[in-house]
């Protein structure tokens, strides 16, 4: 079954809006190598888990063999200085050095504005904040590849701005230092603003009510509207586009198999079957055919599961105009010299498609397709899913909370004992999801191991 179609001309010139400064990741070679550990950082749009469950989702997919651990660790509220789960100082001690990253973004800004016209003090505040952060990053974990993030837009493009210049002006002007303590330090930069801000006010022009959509509520991004930050983020990490690209002529000889390996190809009475062992699962896009609330709840351990049935309107058009599909999802099967007519493409047995000899014969980017290779990269998705929330349960349900507010069993008498009590039972607690993500972490490394796929090209009707 069909997933959805691109509009190409749009896609393709969305395509460049998606800015990257500084720092770009080698030619030809991904930002992150094998055991590197990545922490995300930031306020609330980070604590969302989005954009990080995006980017830990194309790792495993993209790279099987890639053994990289990543953490969330934002914040709602969280400013330069700390916010309610502590100062920055605590927040960086107890939410980020224990993990050992030594990579780290960080996006923050939305909140130290403060919601008003631009304000020298504030930006004063920020400034020295962030350069406090980027200073103990480095001096705590010497090496560290720290990546700076343009903090996402506020919506002033579908709703109108609360004063002259709109809020998101502002932020831009935060972006502006970022950028430039970025090329200070010799970091990488990404805007996560311009992307977003530029697909938002496109859908505006073709949909209002789908385009508000995007930012609900102004300040956090949609599910699918972070797709588009984790967009920006690979690509500034050079993230390839290629799944597998196979080309196979209607007389049964291979002409192409990148990212994959080609074996037992038969071509007899206008059928082709072949088998395949690919290097790489296509990318699940959360939200696409499924209803993602926009603040995940505490329980929500696993996904909404895929309905092929069912296409989010707001996901296919941003889907669309950032060429996400282009940039990162190209799994593209040809197969030419076929006879004139139409063919049923089957994997594994499931029939996927029907496709005329020209269709085939151009190409078909089986990303786009309900194959037995995307229901596995969804349920990686969904360990991936359930080994982030394990963290946020452990860290900002437990650990966080009990040592903010006190938080124990009802009505405990505060005595020194009991205190230590306490402590030593929730750190026993935080030790034991601790090793459960370790345990869900291992079941992803083995549930994104690409399988053996046979493939069967018919004639129909015959």
């Known amino acids: 079954m069909k997933v959805f179609k691109l509009l190409p001309a749009v896609a393709m010139s969305m395509v460049a809006l998606f800015s990257v400064r500084y720092a770009h990741a080698a030619a030809g070679k991904f930002f992150l190598k094998n055991g590197d550990r990545v922490c995300f950082y930031g306020d609330s749009i980070t604590e969302q888990r989005f954009y990080p469950a995006d980017v830990q989702t194309y790792v495993l997919t993209r790279f099987p063999k890639l053994h990289v651990r990543f953490v969330d660790a934002g914040v709602g509220g969280d400013r330069v200085t700390g916010g309610w789960a502590g100062p920055i100082n605590l927040r960086l001690k107890r939410d980020v050095f224990p993990f050992k990253p030594n990579v780290v973004t960080i996006m923050l800004g939305m909140n130290d504005a403060g919601y008003r016209p631009f304000n020298q003090a504030l930006f004063n505040t920020y400034k020295k904040g962030y350069e406090h952060i980027v200073a103990s990053l480095k001096k705590h974990l010497p090496g560290v ?263 124990g069993p009802p009505n405990l008498p505060v005595t020194t004992e009991n205190d230590r009590a306490t402590a030593h039972a929730v750190a026993k607690v935080v030790r034991a999801m601790n090793r459960l993500g370790d345990t869900i972490a291992h079941r992803e490394f083995r549930a994104n191991q690409p399988k053996v796929c046979h493939y069967e090209i018919t004639p129909v009707g015959h």
């Open 145 to 407: 590849r720290i990546v700076l993030l343009e903090t996402s837009p506020y919506d002033d493009f579908t709703q109108k701005p609360n004063f002259p210049g709109g809020y998101n002006a502002v932020l831009i002007r935060y972006d502006h230092f970022v950028r430039k303590l970025a090329a200070k330090n010799h970091l990488m930069c990404v805007d996560f603003n311009t992307p977003m801000m530029n697909v938002t006010k496109q859908a505006e022009k073709i949909n209002p009510k789908l385009a508000a959509g995007i930012l609900p509520g102004r300040v956090h991004p949609s599910p699918i509207g972070e797709l588009m930050m984790a967009q920006a983020l690979l690509k500034a990490w050079g993230a390839p586009a290629t799944v597998t690209n196979v080309a196979i002529s209607g007389h049964g000889r291979v002409v192409r198999a990148v990212n994959t390996s080609v074996s037992g190809v038969q071509a007899k009475n206008g059928t082709i079957s072949w088998t395949q062992r690919d290097n790489a699962l296509p990318f699940p896009i959360i939200a696409l055919h499924e209803n993602w609330p926009q603040f995940p709840s505490w329980d929500l351990f696993l996904p909404p599961q895929p309905n092929p049935k069912f296409t989010n309107p707001v996901a296919a058009l941003v889907v669309k105009l950032s060429g996400f599909m282009h940039q990162f999802d190209r799994q593209t099967l040809t197969v030419s010299g076929l006879a004139a007519g139409k063919y049923a493409l089957s994997i594994n047995g499931q029939k996927i498609g029907e496709f005329t000899a020209t269709q085939l014969g151009k190409g078909i980017n089986l990303a786009r397709y309900f194959t037995p290779m995307l229901w596995q990269a969804y349920r990686v998705n969904n360990m991936v899913w359930e080994e982030i929330q394990n963290h946020f349960v452990a860290w900002h349900g437990v650990q966080t909370m009990y040592e903010n507010f006190g938080w």
